[in-house]
């Protein structure tokens, strides 16, 4: 018996000072919903932000992505459940994710740190959250008893301003954020820096409600699975002139909706 589906929206797209310059959007996104074999759908979703200074970053977050997908999965067909994720479960993915960029380095003759990105990962049960991050963006949730979107972590920011910690650095599992979230979420989303000043009020470092009620309102009458007409028109207003000259950054945004939640409480 199938049960807990998921809908979902993703679009990564390039900032308008990459534009001008003539690079490429260096965000990338994976998003996926993985059956149980008793018929539980649970919600997996990465999204990485591409260093500016690294020449192969793209590459990098689209690779990461697919790595820590790929990590989620082998953990849930090993029998083990969301609850059972920890800290101590993912500090050995950060450590194949570096070395899954050393070997797609290698492969170009290259160095790691040049496919450098930071990661946000999301792995959704029906009673648990498991949640993960090096570096900034931001992973906010709404839960069946408060009806509210709060972020799990604040964006990490690096010793200087606009720097952070990409995953490829050494010392990445010390700035490893790991919360295990235990209540049933009902709503998620994963976006990257380039939208934290419209998605996040800095003043009280909450997450920007009206931003996200008003992206989640259509969706909720989406199909299960990806919305494809849905997924390209958020590209369109990630790269609308009202965002764009909030930011000039490549923009990431992963929204996740629960197929069987009545959220009407939370509509606009």
């Not at 996926?32 to 990098?60: N, W």
């Not at 083990?80 to 070997?103: A, F, G, S």
């Not at 906010?140 to 009806?147: F, I, K, R, T």
């Amino acid at each position: 018996m199938s049960m807990g589906g998921w809908r979902y929206v993703a679009a990564s797209v390039i900032g308008t000072s990459h534009e001008k310059t003539g690079g490429a959007c260096q965000d990338a996104n994976d998003c996926q919903i993985y059956a149980l074999p008793a018929g539980e759908k649970v919600l997996a979703a990465a999204v990485a932000d591409g260093a500016g200074s690294a020449v192969c970053s793209g590459a990098g977050a689209a690779r990461t992505c697919r790595g820590l997908i790929g990590l989620m999965h082998e953990h849930l067909d090993s029998g083990r459940t969301v609850e059972q994720v920890t800290k101590d479960t993912v500090r050995p993915w950060i450590t194949t994710i570096q070395n899954l960029l050393e070997e797609e380095a290698k492969a170009v003759s290259r160095e790691r740190r040049d496919f450098a990105c930071t990661i946000l990962g999301l792995l959704v049960s029906e009673s648990c959250a498991a949640c993960l991050q090096v570096g900034d963006g931001v992973i906010v949730l709404a839960d069946s008893e408060e009806h509210a979107y709060g972020h799990v972590f604040w964006p990490d920011r690096g010793e200087y301003a606009n720097t952070t910690h990409f995953v490829t650095e050494d010392d990445a599992i010390e700035h490893l954020q790991f919360e295990s979230v235990k209540r049933r979420v009902v709503e998620a989303a994963l976006l990257t820096d380039g939208l934290q000043t419209i998605a996040l009020n800095y003043q009280q470092r909450t997450a920007h409600e009206p931003f996200f009620k008003g992206l989640f309102a259509p969706l909720r009458t989406a199909e299960e699975g990806c919305s494809r007409e849905l997924s390209e028109s958020l590209a369109a207003f990630l790269t609308s002139p009202r965002v764009n000259e909030k930011t000039d950054d490549d923009k990431t945004l992963v929204l996740a909706s629960r197929t069987d939640s009545d959220l009407g409480i939370l509509a606009v």
